[in-house]
T-cell receptor, first 115, second 114 residues
Framework: NAGVMQNPRHLVRRRGQEARLRCSPMKGHSHVYWYRQLPEEGLKFMVYLQKENIIDESGMPKERFSAEFPKEGPSILRIQQVVRGDSAAYFC?????????????FGEGSWLTVV | AQSVTQLGSHVSVSEGALVLLRCNYSSSVPPYLFWYVQYPNQGLQLLLKYTSAATLVKGINGFEAEFKKSETSFHLTKPSAHMSDAAEYFCAVTSGGSNYKLTFGKGTLLTVNP
């Protein structure tokens, strides 16, 4: 059973370009989450999605960031007009159900560098 | 609001010595607590979790953690460190019936010396 798959693992973008990060959840999982890890900090929740729905985006920056989880295909985290402060590791996670105590499984992350 | 404090951003032990990584939390409702390990340039792997059952939780790779409500702590221990334990360890808390909005500590980097 493959784990949470993220690509690309490493992405370099110039300021002002767009970054697209993809995430395929574990087989059978319909709940997807995105977290961001800034240098020397712990992970911070960004957004929670189910198929075709955004459930909680309280951790998403108000501008330039968007996320989707279409009926078919992977979840996408999109960052428009990237700035140097967007340089971070972006982790996707998934779970079978959503509920207290249920485990969420993390992918290996996508490291975005903005130059 | 919930929060996690990991005391010591860097812990160094000798191979074979006791590993103790400290985690204190604050939560207005009964918490669910987790320890994750992150190896360089890799994702997070769940070590163990506390979900209101037994207060002493055993995880993978010989790690365990004890939930102490009176001390609001969830310290991670391992009796004998191995070189392969060198990694960054994150404590996380969630509460209020949700499992996804984890609040993470800033992490503790564990170094194991030969």
């Amino acid at each position: 059973n493959a784990g949470v798959m993220q690509n690309p693992r490493h992405l370099v973008r110039r300021r002002g370009q767009e970054a697209r990060l993809r995430c395929s959840p574990m087989k059978g999982h319909s709940h997807v989450y995105w977290y961001r890890q800034l240098p020397e900090e712990g992970l911070k929740f960004m957004v929670y999605l189910q198929k075709e729905n955004i459930i909680d985006e309280s951790g998403m920056p108000k501008e330039r960031f968007s996320a989707e989880f279409p009926k078919e295909g992977p979840s996408i985290l999109r960052i428009q007009q990237v700035v140097r402060g967007d340089s971070a590791a972006y982790f996707c996670a998934s779970s079978f159900v959503e509920g207290a105590g249920n485990t969420i499984y993390f992918g290996e992350g996508s490291w975005l560098t903005v130059v | 609001a919930q929060s996690v404090t990991q005391l010591g951003s860097h812990v160094s032990v000798s191979e074979g010595a006791l590993v103790l990584l400290r985690c204190n939390y604050s939560s207005s409702v009964p918490p669910y607590l987790f320890w994750y390990v992150q190896y360089p340039n890799q994702g997070l792997q769940l070590l163990l979790k506390y979900t209101s059952a037994a207060t002493l939780v055993k995880g993978i790779n010989g790690f365990e953690a004890e939930f102490k409500k009176s001390e609001t702590s969830f310290h991670l221990t391992k009796p004998s460190a191995h070189m392969s334990d060198a990694a960054e360890y994150f404590c996380a808390v969630t509460s209020g019936g949700s499992n996804y909005k984890l609040t993470f500590g800033k992490g503790t980097l564990l170094t194991v010396n030969p």
